[in-house]
């Protein structure tokens, strides 16, 4: 790793309440900064986290969708911490399941809420937080020539992918990787990467596998199968280690790529839980 860890570093991450994003919050915790997780609904685990890093996490409640809850959690980072040097933008959903020809009507409105949630939410969250993210000011421990705000955005292979019954969501993620180009090229003091965070174990698997199969081709669909039947589905902590590691490490000549987690590069700032 090129540096240390600076303790003192604020993330904000969004779907932190269950599965990989919870798996990432716990590595962020156990790694010493802060945290502000934007939450729609808390889960009990995460109450209970919350309660155990008390002065460390704090959670702002709110809808990723709705602009002014994303202002208010940048919010929330500088009035309890004073700094913000991360985003970690997980947030998402996966819905509506269906072919292109099903998309019209009154089906569209579902694709809006989609996009509401897996693109225009990034653009709205990282409008607020960018002047946070560029300020070296007040920033104890950033080293000079390291990057003074980094953004993660959690991308998926659905970005270069054509899975059938997926279009909405393959969209929106490609969508969010021509954000992360761009950020790459706008903001120098910034460094921007997408990940594909593999297949964890985590409800997004449980739902298409029991919901797939009414939308995907058998083929797409029995891969999917194949890889719980055969156990070959990834712990959370593995990809959210990455996650981590990259929100508080990634150099800036990573700056505009969409990586693979297990890629040499990016599993070379994986943390541990």
Do not use: C
Not at 90 to 114: F, I, R, Y
Not at 155 to 160: I, V
Not at 203 to 223: C, F, N, P, Y
């Amino acid at each position: 790793m090129s540096s240390p860890i600076q303790k003192q570093q604020t993330v904000i991450l969004t779907g932190a309440s269950q599965g990989l994003g919870f798996a990432t919050l716990e590595i962020l915790l156990k790694a010493g900064v802060n945290v502000v997780a934007v939450q729609r609904t808390e889960s009990a685990q995460l109450t209970a986290l919350a309660d155990k890093y008390q002065g460390v996490l704090f959670i702002s409640k709110g809808d990723v969708a709705k602009d002014e809850d994303n202002r208010a959690a940048v919010d929330v980072a500088m009035q309890s911490f004073g700094r913000l040097d991360a985003l970690i933008l997980n947030a998402g959903q996966m819905g509506p399941l269906a072919p292109v020809s099903a998309l019209g009507g009154p089906a569209l409105d579902g694709v809006k809420e989609l996009f509401d949630v897996n693109f225009f939410s990034l653009v709205s969250i990282i409008s607020h937080a960018l002047p946070h993210l560029r300020r070296r000011e007040r920033k104890e421990g950033l080293v000079d020539g390291e990057p003074a705000g980094r953004i993660v955005l959690v991308s998926s292979g659905a970005a270069t992918g054509g899975v059938t019954g997926w279009a909405a969501y393959n969209a929106s993620k490609a969508a969010m990787n021509s954000l992360g180009r761009t950020l790459g090229n706008e903001e120098k003091e910034v460094v921007t990467v997408s990940v594909r965070p593999g297949t964890p174990n985590t409800d997004m698997q449980t739902k298409i596998r029991e919901l797939g199969g009414s939308v995907m081709s058998a083929s797409d669909h029995a891969r999917f199968m194949g890889l719980h039947e055969r156990g070959e589905l990834l712990p959370p902590h593995e990809p959210g280690g990455v996650l981590a590691g990259l929100a508080l490490l990634a150099p800036e000549q990573m700056s505009g790529t969409f990586v693979n987690w297990n890629d040499e590069e990016p599993k070379s700032f994986q943390l541990k839980p």
